[in-house]
């Protein structure tokens, strides 16, 4: 995985990280958010300190998005269900993978494992929900085709965006079709997604699965929170994925 080239279905390179760790046929993925990259230091932290503990990772980054090809108006969460589903496939048969998505990545992660059984274990960190409820709470004043997210002129709101999350609305239905074993954590503090969506998507679920609230920690957490997380992925991939 380490110089290996991925594409998704459009031909585009889809940017990516290993870190490799001493366990085999084992490999834990990690997904970004909107406007993020594989770079966020969330991603950096949790894959350095998994791949310390034995798990190899790879953090990537959606198409549109830091170095990957494409343009940042053509993502949305059905284009990088997509990007994850590409990514799946480069991945040798007999290598057993987990997923861990942030924010709207989380979000990629619920629908790709609903329906594709490849994802073997699965890991929600800050997880939005509620897709349509997200774009009206924070880009509500927006135009798309116009303006930008959160003022960022790199981060232009798109229609083909806009119309990706009124269309999916909420994971809900794909969350009660989760089989895989599924790890929720979520921040107290978060205001860019409402802790009470994670408790949603939580009790939607009928797989086997755990709720872990971070005290105090906001959206993207903090090197604080960074160990508690570590600490908790690692226990449910120890415990589901070997």
Known sequence: MTSSEIRN????????????GTRSNVLVVLGHGVTGN??????VALAKGLAAKGWPCLRISFSGNGESDGEFTDSTISKEVGDLSS?????????????????????VGVLTAARDPRIQLLV????????????????????PGEGCMWDDPDCPLSEAFAEDMKK??????AA?????????????ADDVVPIQHGKDAFAAASCEKRWV??????????QESYPQIISCVDSWLTANLL
Do not use: C
Request: aromatic share 10%.
């Open 87 to 107: 990514v799946l496939t480069f991945v040798p048969q007999d290598v057993r993978v987990a997923y861990v998505g942030h924010s709207m990545g989380a979000a």
């Open 124 to 143: 929600s960190l800050a997880g939005m929900t509620y897709t349509r409820e997200f774009l009206d709470r924070e880009f509500g004043d927006v135009t």
């Open 213 to 222: 609230a971070v005290p105090d920690a906001e959206h993207s957490f903090d």
């Open 168 to 173: 999916i609305d909420n994971t809900l239905e």
């Open 176 to 188: 009660s079709g989760i089989t895989q074993p599924w790890l929720i954590i979520h921040g107290t």
């Open 38 to 43: 594989k770079d966020r230091p969330l991603l």
């Open 9 to 20: 279905t459009f031909g585009e390179r889809i940017d990516h990280n290993f870190h490799p």
